[in-house]
């Protein structure tokens, strides 16, 4: 099941390019990406920098001595964990039909896919909300990093593996939240999977997952992107319900792109084909020569 950090009221869409478009169709899935492969080279060490400098912050002024100990081994648990672990995503916006993100994402020919917030609620990830590098940023993450002491017991043994476990997690989801300001056109929502590197030990467990449960270790695929090879993760979408229509309602709506050379009808067809009704198509309202 999927954590919703953030609770969508909208279509989430995903721009894509028509063989995309044509894939997720035909699969019933979205892909998850290594964050660390996204177009924004500063994924997740962004979130990383920030946090880690919070939390030396907080143990230099609130949690100072022996008191703060326990700050410096989460700074080294984080460092270790960053390193042993990989975080998949795939990006939504709450925007359909945006220039910037047609030239971005399709090269103005591919397709916005806009989700029903119920497709995505049976994926094993978490929804958050892309947070952009601002001003506040350093406060934000103090008031984390302040929020995660708090719930540490100071008579309790330190080698607590609820406490760094939840920590992490609470961590994590900041720091791969935030985004460099650059990026704040997207109004990004994404969904996050985090995973160990290499398949755990089934006695072990998983060290970190993204609801504090331990959740199945999948096999990353990869695919050819701009800059390489891609590892990414399948996941199926749609409500899981008895019978095999679960995706059947699960696209709300599909906006063709600039120079898409589809037409509503050709698009109608590939959804009918594929087993999905009850979605509505427009053309984008953007125009570029």
Known sequence: MALLEYQPRQPLY?????????????????????????????????????????????????????????????????????????????????????????????????????????????????????????????????????????????????????????????????ITALKHHTWAYEREIRMIHLQTNDEPDPADGALVSDDGEVNEWITPSTRTGAGGEVSYLPFRFGRYRDGDDKHRRAIARVIIGPKCTLSIDDVAAMLATNGYNGVEIVRSECRIR
């Open 14 to 174: 995903h721009f894509t390019s028509l063989a995309g478009f044509e894939g997720i169709l035909k699969s019933k899935e979205l892909w998850f990406s290594d964050l660390t492969q996204m177009n924004d080279p500063r994924e997740l060490e962004l979130g990383f920098e920030h946090f880690i400098e919070a939390l030396k912050a907080v143990r230099h002024n609130e949690y100072e001595g022996h008191r703060g100990f326990f700050l410096s081994i989460l700074a080294g648990r984080l460092t270790a964990l960053r390193h042993s672990h990989q975080a998949f995503c795939c990006c939504f916006s709450l925007v359909g039909d945006d220039l910037p993100l047609w030239s971005e994402y399709t090269g103005y020919v591919g397709l916005s896919v806009g989700f029903k917030p119920t497709a995505i609620n049976d994926i094993q990830a978490r929804l958050q909300q892309a947070n952009y590098l601002s001003d506040n940023a350093p406060e934000a993450f103090r008031s984390k990093v302040l929020k995660i002491a708090a719930t540490h017991d100071p008579e309790g043994c330190v080698a607590n593996e609820q406490f760094w476990t939840q920590a992490s997690v609470d961590a994590f989801t900041a």
